[in-house]
């Protein structure tokens, strides 16, 4: 069965670095999402993508965060200039069709130190 | 404000007890309530569904409007259940972002 895959599984950085998550969503899927879960919280949507275009975005998801489709596999998100808040598991999901399931990623374990 | 409530953060049952997870949403349009499931160093995986009107690995959960409610049940809880469950809301229709509640832990003990 086809699964959404991130890399790197962890990541430590210090604050004020640029750090870039990695995802390949499943193959034939259109619509990619990045969500993050900082220790003990409930998972977040960060920004929603579709078409080469953020569709949604959260109020966390300030100028310090971008997405990108580099090519037909990757979907990435950059975070310029690391906070130590920015701290969290970070989750990568995709869906095919409207109205389907989101199908996650295993997740990025981010550490700014 | 769309919102999601696990009320427990920790439940805790010895195996072949029933379990009900609890979940209250608050939305004003038209939900589609989810049940995601975490198992140990696994990634969040779909359980359940309400408009599936399935149940899966045992559990159901029935979506009640009146009470804006999404309990997910299991009659008898086995050792393998044991896991972190997330209820989570998604305005119907299109590719719309999910909104979860904090989640609640589920320790089945022999």
């Known amino acids: 069965e086809p699964e959404v895959t991130q890399t790197p599984s962890h990541q430590v950085t210090q604050m004020g670095q640029e750090v870039i998550l990695r995802c390949v969503p499943i193959?034939?899927?259109?619509?990619f999402y990045w969500y993050r879960q900082i220790l003990g919280q409930k998972v977040e949507f960060l920004v929603s993508f579709y078409n080469n275009e953020i569709s949604e975005k959260s109020e966390i998801f300030d100028d310090q965060f971008s997405v990108e489709r580099p090519d037909g596999s990757n979907f990435t998100l950059k975070i310029r200039s690391t906070k130590l808040e920015d701290s969290a598991m970070y989750f990568c999901?995709?869906?095919?069709?409207?109205?389907?399931?989101?199908?996650f990623g295993p997740g990025t374990r981010l550490l700014v130190l | 404000a769309q919102r999601v409530t696990q009320p427990e953060k920790l439940l805790s049952v010895f195996k072949g007890a029933p379990v009900e997870l609890k979940c209250n949403y608050s939305?004003?349009?038209?939900?589609?309530l989810f049940w995601y499931v975490q198992y140990s160093r696994q990634r969040l995986q779909l359980l359940l569904r309400h408009i599936s009107r399935e149940s899966i690995k045992g559990f159901t959960a029935d979506l009640n409007k009146g009470e804006t409610s999404f309990h997910l049940k299991k009659p008898f809880a086995q050792e393998e259940d044991s896991a972190m469950y997330y209820c989570?809301?998604?305005?119907?229709?299109?590719?719309?972002?999910?909104?979860f509640g904090a989640g609640t832990r589920l320790a089945v003990h022999p």
């Open positions: 989570a809301l998604r305005r119907s229709g299109g590719y719309n972002k999910l909104i």
């Open positions: 939305y004003s349009g038209s939900p589609e």
């Open positions: 999901a995709s869906t095919g069709q409207p109205g389907e399931t989101q199908y």
């Open positions: 193959s034939n899927h259109l619509y």
